[in-house]
């Protein structure tokens, strides 16, 4: 009997560049330039290799600098520049944190204080993940809030695998639901207030420009925290009650094992309070990012990272002289991560630069005629599905615009069209690529892609459901704007 995960690759070896030729010689939509053509073509062969890993995915990520500049579609430096993003070294600088964490067991210290505070049972414990994740995520940028908790929840996957060695079923599912859990809750949070997210800040930005109105940081709360709170929920119930069942589970031994552990560990150690300091002082500084960039403006979340990576080679770890990491063990990062997320952002501004995101949005005029709710729900699945394989700043800045003309041409509030797309950029669960939190997560090794699409695909649509329900029955009656200001 042949074996399926073969059979997929071997299809999608074959699917990719099949997909690539096809379109580029049959599919001549009108509007649609050649430069555009290409990185859709391009973005066929690569999703699909993705999806099916018919090559290993961070291979499959360097596509782009092939693929672009023989197609025409991008030119190889801004292809190659792609790969050089200032999230990149954010992730750097994120990791490097983490090796630090776990060579010196301040993420077992971390983890047997998190649990004797949340108790034993499962879905409780990444509930409260999801929580602080996603509070964290309202003030600062969503990957910045997942590189801070991937260590931390690394931690307690580990701490579980200690204590449940006899059952690798239960291990497995709860390391990709904490996983799942970490992503989905930082892009959650940061749709509930103004500054949570870019897309949210393009709205605003483009609402100011368009029709001269500001919105105002509790105005935003009043859709945004509703919307983020129940999505929150959803997604708590959705990953430990039906993609993985964690209704009744709980770590052995409870409350006493945890106590028993805690109390191994010891008192904590110089050298830990030295990393847990870094750590502190780099979540310290994103958090207050906007004071900063008051003295220094240049500084952003990036430079931030890769900073506290540098201390942790010049701080002492212990009387022996040896720093807190070394190089041989900062060589160790997921190197791979890297390049996927460098092909994230080659497609995307293959996307931009060559006209096809313009191209897409622009093909929403076919839906004139349709009722508001399903133009809505139309738009919000679109941009859900659109960003999935580009960024949510670049898909959002490229439709709102569009938007504008649209509702004017279907006699339709603005500002309906326009939040829905806005809250439906931050709603990309599916791949890695989607969002900087679903790529930092891949890179645990927790996850393979289909665990994310699988699971992934479900949080869309519901996403999709929640969000056109609230923006076309609630929004109207939150006092947000005036009618007849527009």
Known sequence: MPNPKVSLKSFGLVAGPLSFFSLLLFFKPAGLSPQALSILASTAWISIWWITEAIPIAVTSLLPIVLFPVSGGLGITDTTSSYAHPYIFLYMGGFMLSIAIEKWNLHKRIALQIMSFLGTRINMVILGFMMATAFLSMWISNTATAVMMLPIGIAIVLQMKESM????????????????????????????????????????????????????????????????????????????????????????????????????????????????AVFAATALLWICRPLVQRILPAVDDSMIAVFSGILLFIIPGNQKGERLIKWEEAVKLPWGIILLFGGGMALAQGFSSSGLALWIGSQMNLFQGLSVFFLLLILVAMVNFLTEITSNMATTAMILPILVALSASLHTHPVILMIGATLAASCAFMLPVATPPNAVVFGSGYLRIPDMVRTGFWMNIMSIILISLIIYFVLPYLGIFDPSQF
């Not at 859990?181 to 749709?191: K, R």
């Not at 870019?198 to 930005?205: D, E, H, Q, R, V």
């Not at 770590?251 to 191994?264: S, T």
Request: cysteine-free; charged content about 20%.
């Open 165 to 276: 060695v006899t059952e690798p079923k239960l291990q497995n599912d709860f390391g990709k639901a904490l996983m799942l859990a970490i992503a989905y809750s930082s892009s959650i949070g940061g749709m509930a207030t103004l500054i949570g997210t870019p897309p949210n800040l393009i709205f605003a930005g483009v609402l100011r420009d368009t029709y001269h109105l500001e919105i105002s940081f509790l105005q935003w709360l009043k859709i945004g925290l509703p919307v983020s709170i129940i999505l929150l929920f959803i997604a708590w119930k959705y990953l430990t009650g039906f993609a993985f069942d964690f209704k009744k589970q709980s770590f052995p031994g409870g409350i006493a094992e945890i106590q028993r552990l805690k109390k191994d560990l010891g008192t904590i150690k110089t050298v830990e309070l030295k990393v847990l």
